[in-house]
């Protein structure tokens, strides 16, 4: 899976965010986080949109080299819901993890993980999973996205994240932390 080894960067199209602001707005009724203490809709709304463009990079970079599935719009209701990876590389699983440029300016430059007792990422117990990270710039105008190499979860160093009420809930892989 590791088919290119730097930084990609990838133009966000007005279609991409069309097709993601679309998702954002169906899902969000559809999704509960009063367990992971966010209530917040319009943060909800927007994490759905910049997790979907963040697919949407990524399989723009990884379509180069291999056939990608995904990302998936069908919107699942209640226990229709699941942890599946967002993409697959010729069938082999892939998580996506996204950042804005905005948190990033505020808490540094990292991806979130759910690890609570009730949430949970389950790529986080199978070591040999894949994982790309993304960086989108969400205060220019003009949305590119950093599309950084793939890893595998044995290759992450995972930290604390920097709010205290997540800890305990999430871990986070710090952009600093990664292996070139």
Not at 62 to 79: C, M, N, R, S
Request: glycine fraction near 4%; aromatic fraction near 12%; charged fraction near 25%.
């Amino acid at each position: 899976m590791k088919f290119y080894t730097s930084i990609v960067y990838v133009d966000v199209s007005q279609e991409m965010k069309a097709r993601a602001w679309k998702f954002a707005k169906e899902v969000t009724p559809t999704t509960n986080y009063s367990d992971a203490n966010q209530q917040i809709i319009a943060k909800i709304r927007n994490d759905h949109f910049v997790s979907k463009i963040g697919e949407e990079a990524v399989r723009d970079v990884l379509q180069q080299f291999a056939i990608v599935e995904g990302p998936d719009y069908t919107i699942y209701h209640g226990k229709e819901k699941s942890w599946q990876e967002d993409l697959f590389v010729n069938g082999i699983g892939l998580a996506v993890k996204t950042q804005t440029q905005s948190s990033s300016n505020k808490y540094g430059l990292s991806w979130t993980f759910q690890y609570g007792s009730i949430r949970r990422d389950t790529i986080l117990d199978r070591p040999d999973a894949w994982v790309v990270f993304v960086l989108i710039d969400d205060i220019s105008e003009r949305k590119i996205c950093k599309v950084y190499p793939p890893y595998q979860i044995k290759e992450l160093e995972f930290g604390e994240p920097v709010l205290p009420h997540l800890k305990g809930h999430k871990k986070v892989v710090y952009a600093n932390n990664l292996k070139p």
